[in-house]
């Protein structure tokens, strides 16, 4: 805390005020930034006239916030809410703003189900194969120092091709 503090230019005392602990600002920090992240993802969802519109958008703002903000998205791809102390209401916030993240994509497969257009099945499913796909892409293209944005559409098309309704599945 004390090192925090001196690169926040505060005094470590005034950061008690706010924080009993670093855990509590660490939780702080990650709740703010994922939220940030859920927001943007969401905003861009909306922006989808159409379902499939949507999804793509979701998506593709979701490797922009992972390239702009590669550290956060190095430290989320390695937490685990599950594993945080239940007794810290902030990871439960942290919970919830996540299974927000996951509603957004389950909704816009909903969506694109409702419209024919994505293969029936169960929309957590496909959201969190989704999910899975987005952070394995997004660690594998970090860590090869590809640029994550670039490979939204790359993600789009393979998931959209793995759920689209074929005759084969109807």
Same mark, same amino acid.
């Given at each position: ?17 706010? *924080?009993?602990? %670093?855990?509590? #600002?660490?939780?702080?920090? *990650?709740?703010? +930034? ?17 379902? #499939? ?23 989320? $791809?390695?937490?685990?809410? +599950? ?18 993240? /996951? ?7 909903? %969506?694109?189900?409702?419209? +024919? ?10 959201? $969190? ?6 952070? /394995?892409? $997004? ?7 590809? /640029? ?7 993600? *789009? ?14």
């Amino acid at each position: 805390m004390d090192r925090i503090a001196e690169e926040a230019e505060y005094a470590p005392g005034t950061i008690y005020l706010y *924080f009993k602990d %670093k855990d509590a #600002l660490y939780s702080a920090l *990650f709740a703010r +930034k994922l939220t940030q992240m859920v927001d943007l993802v969401e905003a861009a969802a909306k922006a989808g006239a159409e379902p #499939l519109e949507g999804l793509h958008n979701a998506i593709r703002a979701q490797f922009e916030f992972n390239e702009r903000n590669r550290e956060f998205f190095e430290v989320f $791809s390695r937490h685990r809410v +599950k594993e945080q102390p239940p007794r810290a209401e902030e990871w439960k916030t942290i919970g919830e703003t996540i299974d927000r993240h /996951h509603g957004v994509l389950r909704r816009l497969v909903e %969506k694109g189900q409702r419209a +024919k257009l994505i293969r029936p099945g169960d929309p957590q499913a496909f959201a $969190s194969a989704l999910v899975g796909v987005i952070l /394995h892409m $997004s660690r594998e293209m970090e860590r090869q120092g590809v /640029h994550l944005n670039k490979e939204a559409d790359f993600v *789009f098309e393979l998931f959209l091709k793995g759920a689209q309704r074929t005759p084969s599945f109807p």
